[in-house]
């Protein structure tokens, strides 16, 4: 039996306005969304065609043509939509609307009769439907469309989108199962199950929750359904044709409650364990939310790069060992932060823990927000920690590594994953249950929440994370409670109703505050200032070098700030730290500390046998999310110390 | 016009007894040609079969079957076949020789009659002889023959090898051209053209020259050979197929004289220039040793590893960029320090110059012994300088650096590679000039000698590289010179004859020394102590760290003697060492040094804010390129240092 859990507040209900997320938030409907509209429609010149929504065309019978783009490539759409649907519960927006639903009435004209829907399949390869679960990323996409027809839903009432993925949810339904009479089998690419839970909340059907938690349970027992599906005629490889079959990649190497560590894919991991606590929750399911306890545990304890970024080898894009964190060579995928945060919001709200949101913090304020440039048209795919842009040269083991954000990408799944992503920053900030708000980020909002005891009008005001006061008006129908995450990062905090200070108690890492009846305001306060942070003796990579972090912000040095090589720059640890604000790049706060610059002598060879010479020098740190978006070239977080 | 360049001395003049070497050339004949023929025959069962002498029958139409392994499986065959000539010279073993005798009897049976000679496109792809020249590889299994061919022909005066590999060279003469009237084009992998100036300068017959400086030549300009081939009829991709086109990565970017730095496939890239030499040298082109010396240059002075490696990228295993030396993911592929030394030896022998033995030396004492376990039958194929075994697993992008020495490969360059190079140690000792011999590597041995003035009979007695005294006696004819090569590392030396110290001049980095008519002693005597090595600034992997060497070793630390993560510990850069002499592994200095070990407080997370302890430590060191010869573990070349 499930115990209740934690409820987002709905998006609509939130206006955010926040010094630092503005400046991303605004860039959605300003930005990101018609750009990447012109792109899915192939319309920049600079950018090339992505054929996306020309394959919806060519599936409809209304355009001559072969199908171009990844196999996956229906999905870009799949989260455009998405992405409008969050983007018009905040921001109406008539023209938008209006297009998003004529987009829809082009999916629906290119859905099959049967409820099949997908381009590459329908167009391309008809003869190999359900044939490669491993690589075919058709139950991908289609989680990807359901999670845009409940998005669409919510946020418009309209249930023309809604309808499709029911009809392609009714189809998927209809068709797996362990019976013997149906497709055994589960994706390559996990995310229909997670999709699969969000339909059966919008709708109330039970069987998109039994199919979801089909897809989990049967995944990694034996016998292996894609050594299984490989041997039955027609099969064939359509993906990353050259790879032998690592059982680890799709993380189906165990039964999923045996799995002690998050392995393989990285995006494939986080969409999959999400997808777990979803059935977890949903079915009450307590060995399975332990196994999500654990593959969390595993990440954040053992497998995370300290900007929230998973992903150690580019090959495969996968985890690896504990510990095993490159820092120039590592994957970092935008994506896999989207994932992290979505599965970190998930455990949160079903345990009510907040220490989860450290992870979710830490993945938005830095891999998420560096994944998109300030200009809102270009991206990173890899997030790595130190970066050198003379060896980020093509064909080469360091070629996934790009010295500056791109355009698009061939595979194009983060830049609308970001968009979405951004659009929908208000489902992290609060949660409610019962007779509590729960305040998760310190992201400046007005909301109006809907609590057992009534109504509450919030208003959270800060300058966060630049300053470290919050302030809180609330206006409550009848009082009720507020719970406010006290992140890891903060040792001592003051907080105060009214301007007295209170008693308060704290649970589960929240403090939790009574909020009386009418107007009342409460004022948290604490201190963030610049902190040393060490790597763990075990990460190899990080051996005698100390990272700058300030609040959830993860710092970096830039070439354009300080001499290069960055390697040769030492930072004294018992510096002090001088913040300045800066202006630039819509205001952040820079950090400087001393340290020293190591030199080789004059006109020393590649090796040589003379001392090295060291002066004092100051280094100038700035926010990592930010790096890149003024001159490029190295990039460093990881600084030698002394 | 070619000015008369060094000589070798043959190798039947010359038995190496030295205390380091003879455990890896002892091993020659001993170990690794039986074991090589054993695994060409498919013989063992814990060895993946080869099928490289059942192509040869099937080839010969002696056996049926298809044709299996790489595409340039024959060459292993060849270079088998040129260690044997070798080992023949200096060990003759009636049995040996037969086996070889037998197996060159297969090779003609299986050549077919227009001199033509490929296992693969005889048996599998008739249809695409020379129509895939960038990955065909015809042309480099055809230079390793031919090297068979010449060593066979030296070693036991029987011309049946050099018969055949004249028929496949003059065939190869007859069909490549610029005229318009023939192919037109040049190897994806070089080695074809050293091996014809070497098959010139055994037969006398100038065309081959011709063809070598042909391929040489046309490598580079436009129109692109390789581009152009890839749109004949017939044309399809046969290896690598995923790979896109990088003019870089077959060193066809740029016509030779104009390439400036060493790029792509590092095996190729020294293949080429080793050919380059030859040509520059036979043909007195003085512009063309120009680009020799520039990218010789460019290798040593900016893209070398310490071990006397090259090749930053595992991908595509090749130069990348100046500086760009990762020490735990590089490849240093054992075949590409061969190549570099074989390099080196000709740049040596053509100008007269001592320097270029610095690095033949460091990657012969280093990486090539490293490539090869004390057993002689298990082999690296990448030589990195940080290895974490843990992190070493399949499908990412540390696949392929080996924690242990394997024992085959399915591309099997390097262990025949080493065989052939360790059977023919003896070219590098030496190097005769008119009425001088040249000593280039201590290494202990006795030789007759053939100069312009008479013979000349030596013994050079050392316990080199473990101590710093060589003795050597000379008997002569007539009496002649002799030029000991002073290394980089020796800053002071003593140099006595029969007793006495002398005067003596220095010339292009060798002594000079008067050796009179009859017997005489020359004692040479200087100072190898460790060293730390620091690295230039610019080689980012390194920052902060040191290296130790001892003459022309270099030192690692291994799991088994030292604490991990060996990255935790520090050496401090003013210790005094303490060298011990260890019995393990056939004998070896080992180095002791002061340190500290630094390791997190107790339940430190990931990432934590508590200081690091520091405790003192003693750091024992064991030369490079025996390491993994005892217990496997992590390793570690470059120790952070304070």
Same mark, same amino acid.
């Given at each position: 039996?499930?115990?209740?859990?934690?409820?987002?507040?709905?998006?609509?209900?939130?206006?955010?306005?926040?010094?630092?997320?503005?400046?991303?938030?605004?860039? $959605?409907?300003?930005?990101?969304?018609?750009?990447?509209?012109?792109?899915?429609?192939? /319309?920049?010149?600079? $950018?090339?065609?992505?054929?996306?929504?020309?394959?919806?065309?060519?599936?409809?019978?209304?355009?001559?043509g072969c199908y171009q783009g990844a196999i996956f490539q229906d999905s870009d759409v799949a989260k455009w939509l998405e992405a409008v649907a969050y983007s018009l519960e905040t921001h109406p927006d008539p023209e938008l609307e209006k297009l998003a639903d004529e987009t829809i009435e082009l999916?629906?004209?290119?859905?099959?009769?049967d409820g099949y829907l997908n381009t590459y399949f329908t167009i391309k390869e008809p003869d190999l439907r359900w044939k490669n679960l491993r690589e075919g990323h058709e139950l991908y996409t289609a989680g990807h469309f359901i999670e845009a027809g409940v998005a669409y839903y919510n946020a418009t009432g309209k249930r023309r989108l809604l309808n499709i993925v029911c009809r392609m949810a009714d189809l998927i339904c209809s068709l797996f199962g362990e019976d013997g009479q149906h497709i055994d089998g589960y994706p390559g690419h996990p995310e229909i199950e997670l999709a699969l839970v969000k339909l059966y909340r919008a709708t109330g059907e039970k069987k998109y929750l039994r199919t979801a938690s089909y897809f989990i349970e049967r995944r990694g027992k034996e016998p292996n359904c894609f050594v299984e599906e490989s041997k039955k005629p027609g099969y064939r490889r359509i993906f990353l044709e050259n790879n032998e079959y690592d059982p680890y990649y799709a993380q189906n190497h165990l039964p999923v409650r045996q799995q002690e560590s998050a392995e393989g894919h990285a995006v494939r991991a986080v969409y999959l364990y999400s997808g777990m606590a979803d059935v977890a929750y949903e079915t009450g399911d307590d060995s399975l939310l332990e196994a999500c306890k654990r593959l969390w545990n595993n990440i954040v304890n053992k497998r995370m790069y300290i900007n929230g970024s998973i992903g150690s080898s580019a090959y495969l894009e996968r985890f690896t060992v504990d510990y095993d964190l490159p820092n120039d060579s590592g994957y970092s995928e935008t994506c896999?932060?989207?994932?992290?945060?979505?599965?970190?919001?998930?455990?949160?709200?079903? !345990?009510?823990?907040?220490?989860?949101?450290? /992870?979710?913090?830490?993945?938005?304020?830095?891999?998420? !927000?560096?994944?998109?440039?300030?200009?809102?048209?270009?991206?990173?795919?890899?997030?790595?920690?130190e970066v050198w842009?003379?060896?980020?040269?093509?064909?080469?083991?360091?070629?996934? $590594?790009?010295?500056?954000?791109?355009?698009?990408?061939?595979?194009?799944?983060?830049?609308?994953?970001?968009?979405? !992503?951004?659009?929908?920053?208000?489902?992290?900030?609060?949660? !409610?249950?019962?007779?509590?708000?729960?305040?998760?980020l310190f992201v400046g909002n007005q909301a109006t929440v809907s609590l057992d005891s009534g109504e509450l009008k919030v208003r959270v005001d800060s300058r966060f994370p630049w300053e470290d006061t919050i302030n809180i008006e609330t206006e409550s129908e009848t009082g009720c409670m507020m719970g406010i995450r006290i992140p890891s990062y903060v040792h001592r905090f003051k907080i105060a109703v009214n301007g007295d200070s209170v008693q308060y108690t704290m649970k589960n890492g929240?403090?939790?505050?009574? $909020?009386?009846?009418?107007?009342?305001?409460?004022?948290?306060?604490?201190?963030?200032?610049?902190?040393?942070?060490?790597?763990?003796e075990l990460i190899r990579a990080c051996a005698g070098q100390v990272a700058i972090m300030r609040g959830p912000l993860l710092y970096c040095i830039e070439e354009m700030d300080n001499p290069t090589p960055l390697s040769s720059l030492i930072i004294d640890k018992n510096t002090s730290f001088t913040e300045?604000?800066?202006?630039?790049?819509?205001?952040?706060?820079?950090?400087?500390?001393?340290?020293?610059?190591?030199s080789s002598p004059k006109g020393a060879g590649l090796y040589h046998e003379m001392p090295c010479k060291r002066e004092a020098t100051r280094l100038k740190f700035v926010p990592y999310c930010f790096w890149c978006n003024r001159d490029p070239g190295e990039m460093r977080v990881w600084i030698r110390a002394l």
């Open positions: 039996m499930n115990r209740p859990k934690m409820q987002s507040v709905p998006l609509k209900n939130i206006k955010i306005c926040d010094n630092f997320w503005n400046r991303y938030t605004n860039l $959605v409907h300003k930005e990101i969304i018609p750009y990447q509209w012109a792109i899915l429609n192939d /319309q920049l010149e600079d $950018v090339a065609p992505t054929h996306c929504l020309e394959n919806f065309r060519i599936a409809a019978g209304e355009a001559e999916i629906e004209r290119a859905q099959q009769p896999a932060s989207i994932g992290l945060a979505l599965f970190g919001l998930r455990m949160a709200q079903i !345990t009510g823990e907040a220490h989860y949101f450290d /992870q979710v913090e830490l993945a938005l304020y830095n891999t998420v !927000t560096a994944g998109i440039g300030l200009d809102g048209k270009s991206f990173f795919y890899v997030n790595p920690l842009p003379e060896n980020c040269i093509p064909n080469t083991s360091r070629s996934h $590594v790009k010295p500056v954000r791109q355009k698009w990408f061939g595979v194009a799944c983060c830049p609308p994953n970001i968009a979405r !992503t951004l659009a929908s920053l208000g489902q992290y900030i609060y949660a !409610t249950k019962d007779n509590t708000l729960f305040l998760n929240y403090v939790m505050v009574p $909020v009386v009846q009418g107007k009342s305001r409460i004022d948290l306060s604490f201190s963030i200032k610049p902190r040393l942070v060490y790597p763990n300045q604000w800066d202006s630039a790049l819509g205001g952040m706060i820079t950090i400087f500390a001393d340290g020293w610059r190591e």
